[in-house]
């Protein structure tokens, strides 16, 4: 299982269904946070909790990782000291040459999708060369 030590966690504005150990990108309100929709989205952080439709008319937030070690969701094999870049659904995949590095692996290496890892994370992100 993976395991997390963070620096920064922030409540954020819930504007849309959020999935917990998926990437998250800011919204349209200011203080607002949306699930990631495409590989090249700005990451703001990984947020910790589900949030869905119903709680957030009933004002439940979104508590969001920013810095520090991360439980992300793999959509795919990650080893231990890969760089870590971003699936258009906020998962966690092995970052391509081109693609924006969201941290390294640290612990805890994908078999496959679904799989926990546990992220360093380095954001707002790098281009890998």
Known sequence: ???????????????????KHRAVKAGAAAEGVTPVTAEGDAVLGVA??????????????CTVQMMGIVEMEAADQIVVGGLVGLASDGRAIASNTG??????????PSGGAGDRISVLLSLPGIVAA
Do not use: H, P, W, Y
Not at 1 to 16: H, K, Q, T, W, Y
């Open 1 to 19: 299982m993976a395991d997390a030590n963070f620096v920064l966690s922030r409540g954020f504005i819930a504007e849309a269904a959020i999935t």
């Open 48 to 61: 910790q909790f589900d949030v869905t439709t119903a709680e957030i008319a009933q004002g439940k937030d």
């Open 99 to 108: 693609a924006r590095v969201l941290g390294i692996c640290v612990g805890n």
